[in-house]
């Protein structure tokens, strides 16, 4: 399952970060083509590393190699230092004395509180400078509900993950709040992995029912242009979610 097209938020303050770090750093006769090109790079390796943390391709405590990683990207080690640099202040990695980076852990109970935040902010989505869905925007909560229906049809954890990640895409273009999206996305990829990591402990086909009616119900919002009442809804599924996961991880 691909991710959506026109993932930006957070995206895009890194894009900044790194086109900052790119100016201030060039040499003498280095042009903007140059520098957009470290940008995208930046993007790129930092897209597919998130990707793969979240995903547990890199499960908690992996250590990443710098070497390694510039050698698969076909770059220098500097600008993969400057990507791990960048996961680790997104508390996705962090650096250990003699051993190097590491996969950080997630457990739902050292999370109470960014989830907390998180219902908070998802409600905000509907409060600061929302933004009435289009065309495109409906068709692509349309998509994500069939989405829901397959993956109901046929339950897989990895595709609920990917479904999980595209639909809070999805749901950060109904507002144009840019502090908002950083830091909601901020969040959201700090927690995105517990879901795959207690999967195995839960009723996956349940799961998935739960999910495909929060997709179902945000659709209905959407189309009528009520974003208060999608983001709502989504207030309330992230509560319950905690709830849920806060109850098997005591039962473990």
């Known amino acids: 399952m691909q991710p959506l097209e026109g993932h ?5 303050h890194e894009t ?13 006769g280095t042009d903007d083509t140059q520098v957009n090109a470290a940008r995208e ?12 943390i979240c995903m547990l391709d890199y499960p908690p405590g992996t250590r990443l190699s710098e070497e390694a990683l510039a050698a698969e990207f076909g770059i220098s080690r500097t600008p993969v230092r400057r990507v791990l640099g ?13 051993v190097g980076t590491i996969v950080t852990d997630v457990e739902i109970g050292a999370f109470a509180q960014v989830y907390q935040l998180r219902m908070e902010l998802a409600e905000l989505v509907g409060k600061l400078s929302p933004v009435p869905p289009s065309q495109e925007t409906i068709r692509l909560f349309h998509e994500l509900e069939a989405r829901g229906v397959e993956l109901v049809a046929r339950p897989d954890p990895r595709n609920f993950a990917q479904l999980n990640i595209d639909l809070f895409h999805a749901l950060m273009r109904l507002t144009e709040n840019e502090p908002l999206r950083e830091i909601s996305e901020r969040l959201y990829y700090q927690t995105a992995r517990i879901w795959l990591k207690s999967i195995s402990h839960m009723d996956l086909a349940e799961e998935v029912a739960v999910f495909a009616r929060e997709i179902a119900e945000i659709r209905t919002a959407v189309e009528i242009g009520d974003v208060s009442a999608a983001a709502y809804i989504r207030r309330s599924h992230i509560s319950m979610s905690f709830v849920r996961l806060s109850n098997t991880s005591a039962l473990r």
Do not use: C
């Open 16 to 28: 900044k970060v790194d086109e900052a770090t790119a100016r201030s750093a060039k040499p003498a």
């Open 41 to 52: 790079r930046f993007q790129r390796i930092y897209s597919i590393l998130r990707g793969r």
């Open 8 to 12: 930006r938020t957070m995206q895009d």
């Open 86 to 98: 960048w996961l680790e202040s997104q508390g996705l990695l962090r650096s250990v004395q003699g």
